[in-house]
């Protein structure tokens, strides 16, 4: 018995064969264009969907939308040259992408930002958990007193659920925990959607103001919309892996991260305006019920969001300490080694940090930008390197494999991916020293 796609028939392989395998080369995909691009929306819908009410106020909300409109375009094309320039390079590796592109400063300087970015991500979600999950269980079991133990909860939960999820080698082993995390988001918004009403009059909201930071939001936006360290998984886990079904993964999943993410946004900043603070659940009450049934959605979502965060963080360290190189993949010990003690290392900053915000703008401006932007642009010129480029090619034309073409309008969107990322890193990092 064989699987065929576009590389040729290969035989069926042993499950955890499969998940090896499909963690590292192309041609092994199993996954629909509908579930990988679910997955992809449960890594970029993260949350940072609950700071985007905020980014609406600090950049106007007129403003705000354009912009996020524009960071989301940006998104499709990084997502979509990423995978293009692997298919030129048979490269089908991130950080393998930035050493190709920028030497060996390129590959260290992606590790280390995709660690940051990941690794802020986890945390994120697991103060998310801490600040929902326990309350709830306080409010509603006061019997209970343990289950309102910030700490205790946070720890049970990670360990039991959201551990056992990471152990997996490949990404599309979430696919189904993927589509579940997915649907809780519109129930977090439909909560938020019942309620906001009752709490709008007391806040003004305006429309056209331009806000008193655009370039921040910016920053908020990225850290939101940023997917491009789960594109490679993701694409070696679909099962028909040719570019123009990865254009249409590319495109739904963007929408659809769009769509979720703007929509609550809006009804956030329409209903606390400009009182809208930088988590949007902190502007209700805590006994709120229907809110409530929000926070707890929001809660599980985070619990199952985890895994999309942290894969990208171990393979960073994988790479680094040499565990995983382009030609072998860390062996069960080492691969179990590195996962738990990541794990428990941001578990352990995770229930001690109470403040999102800080997380927001740095990991958000400045590691989320590079990883967003700089990098996929950047890679794209260097292995196209488009014609009206006056300088020596970075790459000998004679070590591409495949005859992968460019296009007039991907030689401008990564001129204007590099240069978009290198404006908000620059501006972020500047905000951050003062």
């Known amino acids: 018995m064989t699987s065929r ?21 192309p041609g092994y995909g199993t996954r629909s264009v509908f579930e990988v691009s679910l997955n992809i929306v449960n890594a970029t819908v993260g949350s940072g969907i609950i700071g985007l009410p905020f980014a609406l106020l600090i950049a106007g909300f007129s403003t705000g939308i354009a912009i996020s409109v524009f960071v989301s375009i940006l998104t499709f094309f990084a997502v979509y040259t990423l995978i293009l ?5 048979q490269i089908f590796n991130f950080s393998t992408i930035a050493e190709v592109a920028m030497g060996r400063f390129g590959f260290h300087m992606l590790n280390l930002m995709l660690f940051i970015q990941s690794a802020g991500s986890v945390i994120s979600y697991f103060i998310l958990v801490a600040d929902t999950i326990p309350i709830l269980l306080g409010l509603y079991f006061p019997q209970f007193p343990a289950l309102a133990d910030r700490q205790l909860v946070t720890i049970l939960v990670a360990v039991l659920v959201i551990f056992p999820l990471n152990l997996f080698r490949s990404i599309g082993a979430l696919a189904r925990w993927s589509a579940f995390s997915v649907l809780l988001l519109p129930v977090m918004i439909i909560t938020v959607l019942i309620r906001a009403p009752a709490y709008s009059k007391e806040h003004e909201a305006p429309i056209m103001e331009v806000g008193r930071d655009p370039i ?61 603070s930088s988590s949007l659940f902190s502007n209700f009450p805590v006994d709120d019920n229907v809110i409530n049934v929000g ?34 993949q860390p062996t069960a010990l080492q691969h179990y080694s590195v996962t738990v003690v990541l794990f428990a290392i941001f578990l352990i900053f995770g229930v ?5 915000g800080k997380v927001y703008s740095v990991v958000g401006g400045i590691a989320s930008s590079f990883l967003a932007y ?8 260097a292995v196209f390197h488009p014609n009206w480029l006056n300088r ?43």
């Open 85 to 89: 320039t692997g298919q030129k390079t």
């Open 216 to 276: 921040a939001a910016m920053g908020i936006m990225s850290f939101a919309f940023v997917c491009s360290q789960v594109a490679h998984s993701n694409y070696l886990s679909q099962k028909n892996q040719s570019m123009d079904s990865w254009k249409i993964t590319s495109f739904l999943s963007t929408l659809m991260s769009w769509a979720i993410s703007m929509s609550f946004a809006a009804i956030g900043y329409l209903s606390f305006g400009k009182d809208v």
């Open 352 to 356: 001690q940090i109470r403040s999102l």
């Open 5 to 25: 796609t576009e590389y040729g028939t290969i035989p069926v392989e042993p499950v955890e064969d499969l998940d090896l395998l499909q963690s590292s080369r």
């Open 392 to 434: 020596p090619a970075l790459i000998d034309p004679a070590c591409l494999k495949v005859q992968a073409k460019s296009t007039w309008w991907l030689d401008i969107a990564s001129v204007v991916l590099v240069v978009f990322g290198i404006i908000v890193m620059s501006f972020t990092a500047l905000g951050a020293l003062h």
């Open 374 to 381: 700089i990098i996929p642009g950047f890679a794209y010129v």
């Open 295 to 328: 926070r707890f959605a929001l809660g599980l979502s985070m619990v199952l969001t985890v895994p999309m965060a942290f894969y990208p963080a171990r393979e960073a360290v994988q790479k680094t300490i040499g565990f995983e190189t382009a030609d072998r």
